[in-house]
């Protein structure tokens, strides 16, 4: 942790959008009045709100005993209750007075090449997986057992993860983005005996060789009994005896009955590896009943899912914002899910316009990194396209340049939508600060006000609140359905990373600086840890660090974030050599490539530069702050690729950091 980072409020936007009066009549939750009786009832005890949600909105098997046991930090909710998350994605559409939708759209996909696109029904999507789950039962995958999915996007995808919730095995799923070398130590951590992969994915016309990829990173692994994998992309692949299975052949035999398992409430869902502020990325752990009551009801309330809606997020399913919100928390509420496997400029720079036209896309979710990189091919693009079709615009991973806000709202909302600005967090599971469209008036940069029910706060050191505009630290004070209860194996952890910054007091800090207004709307700064969000990935700058002091050539390195156009941060790397290495463009290329294959694409340094030393405090701490600004540009390097006036610079900045 960077304590010495200083937050400062930079914005100071002034615009304010009321929700339009047509859209908040019909809203799930419709105007102020709706919503001030929302808080008001989560104020007055937040247990018995949930509570009350939870009924409402998620099917139980039996009730709990109590709403929460909150042991600082661990929390246990609806404690004794038993249910079962596909059930509630799926089953409970196909009964009763629901029992309409199993004809209703639950997936509609489109694959990169033009012609692979499938519907499926809510009555199929349940057939696939109740089939998928007896093959991972007859696989011999238990309740409790990890399998590992790293897939392209495509409906499987979904199907693998209803399927280990349908039986209880825990989920963790990896990106298709990341590396062998990522995959390998994510198996290992999870203790995973089982992967579910694809031969391949599209990505700009080339096949992204998944199943090869798995290979790699299991070579050496005695663990690994079955790798499951679908024909996707149809290129040769190795097939190794006794371990590999298609996924055609083992569906060819299975049945389509499977009970959905009692779970308990507490019963692990998934883990999902995110970056922290240390080299080795973290499990964060799920479990099944307070996760699924929160992405069902902010789904529901946020993104004002209505039946006739069809519901795009772009985010890639191995992120949490897919786990959550194309995934677990749509298909709860019974809505159509829009999943879109390819790049969003091929084949051409309008193609998300395109797909939300054809398929009269009406809930559009995307990251602010996209929408700089739209900004950016032009409004020529966008301008190709009707878009009359959306009604609601949703942002999410990092805070939204206002000018990035505007263009949305007008090249793409055509003035017409609200945009939800949803802030949350891998840990948090689901959506905490965010505007409902029909109730909230929005302003350009702000995620406005916490969701009823949850708790946020912006804090000095010592963990006194601060005053209206005065940066801090954002903190949750109390526990939410949706929490992380744990990192996987590693409870001390948990601990440290997330609730020692305010020892004792139950309070809860990931790494974010905010300020609140004095109306009390959140505008979230940043992190104010080592973790960066590039391009909506969050990354940890150690561990782009130790991947780069891996490679042979390299004594000692430092990352920093700076800014970046599209990206919001850049990656920057200031890298000591071995001496007899020459520090030469060709070696540059080979460190970023380095990167690249230790952790993924995602984590190649934008810039990279040669020093003789990097600048550190007499106790040895590198002076990340120097760096960023070196990084940013602000002080004078000129285009060095060896800052020899390092050693001044640190002496000049040595007293204030240290
Ligand atoms: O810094 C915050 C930023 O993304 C971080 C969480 O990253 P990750 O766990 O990968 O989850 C991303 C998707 C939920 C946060 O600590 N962040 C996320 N949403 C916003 C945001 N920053 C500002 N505004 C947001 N709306």
């Not at 489109?110 to 057939?127: A, F, I, N, S």
Request: aromatic share 10%.
């Amino acid at each position: 942790m960077d304590t010495h980072f200083e937050i400062e409020s930079i914005l100071k936007e002034k615009r304010v959008f009321k929700p339009d009066p047509a859209f908040a009549r019909k809203a799930n939750v419709s105007g102020a009045a709706a919503y001030n009786r929302l808080h008001k009832e989560a104020d007055q005890n937040y247990q018995r709100f949930w509570a009350r949600l939870a009924r409402e909105q998620v099917s139980w098997f039996s009730p709990w005993k109590k709403v929460l046991d909150w042991k600082p930090p661990f929390a246990k909710w609806f404690v004794g209750a038993k249910t079962n998350v596909s059930y509630n994605c799926l089953d409970r559409h196909l009964e009763g007075e629901n029992a309409w939708r199993r004809n209703k759209a639950a997936i509609i996909w489109q694959g990169e090449p033009e012609e692979d696109r499938r519907v499926l029904t809510y009555g199929d999507l349940h057939r696939e997986v109740c089939k998928f789950a007896n093959v991972l039962k007859s696989r011999g995958v238990k309740k409790g057992d990890r399998v590992v999915i790293y897939m392209p996007l495509v409906p499987e995808l979904a199907i693998a993860m209803l399927a280990c919730s349908r039986i209880g095995a825990v989920h963790s799923i990896i990106f298709g983005g990341f590396s062998a070398e990522a995959i390998r130590d994510r198996i290992d951590d999870a203790q995973a005996e089982i992967v579910i992969t694809a031969d391949g994915g599209w990505r700009r016309g080339s096949i992204v060789p998944l199943k090869q990829l798995v290979d790699k990173a299991t070579e050496k692994s005695r663990q690994i009994r079955d790798v499951i994998v679908l024909r996707r992309t149809g290129q040769e692949i190795l097939m190794k005896d006794g371990r590999d299975l298609w996924w055609h052949e083992l569906m060819q035999e299975a049945s389509p009955d499977c009970k959905p398992a009692k779970l308990d409430a507490e019963h692990p869902l998934f883990i999902l590896y995110t970056s922290g502020s240390t080299g080795k990325p973290k499990g964060v752990l799920h479990t099944t009943g307070g996760y699924l009551v929160h992405v069902t009801v902010t789904s529901k309330y946020i993104f004002d899912l209505k039946e006739d809606d069809t519901y795009w997020c772009t985010a890639d399913i191995g992120w949490i914002t897919g786990h959550s919100y194309v995934v677990y928390g749509i298909l709860s509420n019974g809505a159509t899910s829009f999943m879109y496997e390819g790049a969003p400029n091929w084949p051409g720079p309008d193609r998300f316009w395109e797909l939300i036209d054809r398929n009269q896309v009406s809930i559009f979710y995307t990251a602010p990194t996209a929408i700089r990189a739209f900004m950016k091919w032009g409004d020529h693009e966008v301008k190709k396209h009707s878009l009359a079709s959306l009604r609601l615009l949703g942002t999410v991973g990092e805070p939204i340049n206002p000018k990035a806000w505007m263009w949305y709202r007008r090249l793409i909302g055509k003035n017409r939508c609200p945009i939800v600005d949803t802030y949350w967090q891998t840990e948090t599971g689901g959506i905490m600060i965010s505007p409902l469209p029909g109730a909230v008036p929005t302003m350009p940069g702000s995620c406005t006000r916490p969701f009823p029910g949850i708790a946020y706060d912006v804090v000095n050191e010592t963990g006194e609140s601060v005053g209206p505009n005065e940066g801090g630290f954002l903190v949750v004070t109390r526990p939410w359905p949706g929490m992380l209860r744990g990192i996987y194996g590693d409870p001390a952890r948990f601990k440290e990373e997330y609730w020692s910054k305010f020892p004792d007091k139950g309070i809860y800090f990931a790494g974010d600086g905010a300020r609140r207004d004095r109306n009390g709307n959140f505008w979230v700064m940043g992190r104010v840890d080592d973790v960066m969000n590039v391009a909506g990935h969050r990354l940890s700058t150690m561990e782009i660090e130790s991947a780069l002091v891996s490679h042979p050539s390299v004594t000692e390195a430092a990352v920093v974030g700076r800014p970046h156009e599209i990206k919001g941060t850049g990656i920057a790397a200031f890298v000591t050599l071995e001496s007899g290495a020459d520090a030469d463009a060709a070696l540059k290329e080979a460190l970023r490539q380095h990167v690249a294959k230790e952790i993924g694409p995602i984590a190649r340094p934008d810039d990279l530069r040669f020093t003789d030393s990097l600048p550190k405090t007499r106790s040895g701490k590198i002076m990340r702050r120097l760096l960023r600004e070196l990084a940013a540009g602000k002080l004078p390097v000129g285009d060095t690729t060896t800052l020899e006036d390092f050693s001044v610079l640190a002496e000049l900045r040595e007293s204030e950091e240290s």
